[in-house]
């Protein structure tokens, strides 16, 4: 996941459950220590690994000291590397959803009010890195923090109206609205302590230099050059910690990663590789592992769009992005640009086909050709007022007209975007590629809804209502130059919101199913993004120092370094030797 904060994708029986105690993943993860590693083939030694485990998630350089995980441009958040010092409530296998969520900082929950309260149980005997005791008040002023400052909910964590630590292991959250259907943002919201951000005058922008957590690492040595921390002495669940070093090195760019990669000197990766079977896997088909054998190569977990800033003229205007929709070569951009890692998106609907098949209203099967249609293209334009004038689509004098903006340091989506912008060219719209040098701006132009367009994965969670979400929900919007959590091109539609909040406030499968239908047909008919390629699970990783990573034969997590992940790998890895 050189360049993707994304998460596995599969449909879900997490909304049906309610309260619940989570036996196997109490003891996979139970203060009593016995180790995290339930489900896994990991040898029970307990020893301690000698080598620094080297991950790379995204090329950034050079690295600033911020960790707040509350900002999507600090080095943690971007690195992925956050739950190692902050960690969630739960862990959600999405590769498996009819797993029970795993307890980390909570051990049961329950919903009761109809959705709108959630009641959970905290972890004893967990310490903060700094010695001092956690407790259900620090996840009361987390979420109360939240409530305060919305700007912060990176991952989209709905914000409560209150929070209260009813006693020290019992916290209460109350919602406006039912979030029955909404555990995993719940969930796998970090975790902040109140002893140290109570003095924090704007969590926005406090740095975190150095982040006082309950994980099992802490901060041990900062340079521009990279991150490297060390296991924490005092964390709750040591006995399931074999690694004693994370090395989060800085990269310029996916190319200085995959070489770095290459060489043996990263031991997880998360990029995009042209040829990974020659380049990566033959080197050292012995230690050198990737997801599938063959290609793929990759396992796919979201959908990767051309997200739109539906605020700037002429992208406003659905049928111009139904246009552009249809003037794209998709089969071109999963060759060439993705290098067959990724398949072209067959369905306006948004839907990651074929795992969401069953979900899949008849009218948006297969309605994506692969190569375009430029008659269709030319079908919209003509009917909403647009005539051809010097090779371009023109309306009032002014051709449809924008950029696409993305980091070039993201090799593949670079490549993308020169690709799209010389096909729709072609076609007779106004494009320009813009390049962006360095990873972070375009993460703040992102938030800020400071572009015209740009190619982008999706969010995920355990069903398709995560994506549209994630492309959407207004209310986890911005004004332009905020902060937005989601729905980066400030996408505001009442029919959208409403049938986001039937899904979320719901555990009925058939309730569930109509919002998703009212949904599929907004994205067909609206484009609030424009669906391009089935992405990938970025993953690349080496057994020459530790075993224990996910596989198709345990599939206990997503293979990639993704920001929910990360963790959980990480205390399943055992020392090879």
């Not at 572009?451 to 209310?475: E, K, L, V």
Request: include cysteine; charge should be neutral.
């Amino acid at each position: 996941m050189s360049h993707r904060s994304m998460r596995p994708r599969v449909l879900s029986g997490l909304a049906t459950m309610s309260a619940v105690i989570l036996a196997a993943g109490v003891a996979a993860c139970s203060s009593s220590g016995s180790s995290a590693t339930s489900g896994t083939n990991s040898p029970s030694s307990s020893a301690m690994g000698k080598k620094t485990l080297v991950v790379e998630s995204t090329p950034l350089s050079p690295l600033t000291q911020t960790f707040n995980p509350f900002s999507a441009t600090s080095t943690g958040y971007t690195l992925h590397s956050t739950n190692l010092y902050y960690e969630p409530l739960f862990f959600f296998n999405i590769l498996n959803p009819n797993q029970a969520p795993v307890p980390m900082l909570a051990t049961a929950y329950s919903f009761s009010d109809g959705g709108k309260t959630l009641t959970l149980t905290t972890r004893s005997g967990v310490k903060w890195s700094d010695g001092k005791p956690f407790s259900a008040a620090d996840v009361a002023f987390t979420f109360n923090l939240l409530a305060k400052n919305p700007a912060l909910a990176q991952t989209g964590t709905p914000a409560p109206t209150s929070a209260s630590a009813t006693g020290p292991n019992t916290v209460v959250l109350n919602f406006a609205a039912p979030q029955a259907g909404n555990l995993y943002l719940i969930g796998t919201q970090a975790i902040v302590s109140q002893h140290v951000w109570q003095s924090v005058s704007n969590p926005a922008t406090y740095p975190d230099a150095n982040p006082v957590g309950t994980g099992p690492y802490v901060l041990d040595k900062f340079s521009p050059q990279g991150v490297l921390l060390k296991a924490n002495p005092g964390y709750w669940n040591k006995s399931a910690v074999h690694v004693p070093e994370v090395d989060f090195p800085s990269y310029v760019s996916n190319t200085a990663a995959e070489q770095a990669l290459e060489s043996g000197q990263i031991d997880w990766a998360g990029n995009y590789i042209t040829n990974v079977q020659n380049v990566f896997v033959a080197k050292d088909p012995a230690h050198n592992k990737v997801w599938y054998s063959n290609t793929p190569y990759m396992t796919p977990n979201n959908v990767v769009t051309l997200w739109l800033n539906v605020t700037r003229a002429p992208l406003t205007d659905p049928k111009v992005r139904q246009a552009i929709s249809y003037a794209v070569d998709r089969k071109q951009l999963a060759a060439q640009g993705e290098t067959g890692y990724e398949l072209p998106a067959t369905s306006s609907s948004g839907l990651l086909l074929p795992v969401d098949q069953s979900l899949l209203q008849d009218q948006y099967a297969n309605d994506l050709p692969a190569s375009g249609d430029a008659a269709k293209v030319a079908s919209i334009l003509s009917s909403d007022g647009y005539t051809k004038v010097n090779g371009k689509w023109t309306k009032n004098g002014k051709t449809i007209k924008f950029s696409v903006e993305d980091p070039i340091p993201f090799s593949d989506f670079w490549l993308d975007v020169q690709l799209v912008t010389a096909q729709l060219n072609k076609q007779g719209f106004d494009v320009k590629a813009q390049g962006i040098g360095n990873p972070t701006n375009w993460f703040t132009d992102q938030a800020t809804g400071n572009f015209d367009s740009m190619i982008r994965w999706s969010n995920n969670g355990p069903t398709p209502y995560y994506y549209f979400y994630n492309w959407m929900d207004n209310a986890t919007s911005a004004p332009l130059g905020k902060t937005a959590a989601n729905n980066f091109g400030r996408f505001n539609n009442p029919q959208a919101q409403s049938a986001l909040t039937r899904y979320v406030s719901s555990t009925d499968q058939a309730a569930q199913k109509e919002a998703l239908n009212t949904l599929q047909g907004i994205m067909s008919t609206q484009v609030p993004v424009i669906p391009l390629l089935y992405g990938a699970s970025w993953a690349e990783f080496s057994t020459r120092s530790y075993t224990g990573w996910p596989s198709q034969a345990n599939p206990y997590a997503d293979p990639g370094p993704n920001p929910i992940e990360l963790e959980y790998v990480i205390l399943h890895l055992r020392p090879t030797s």
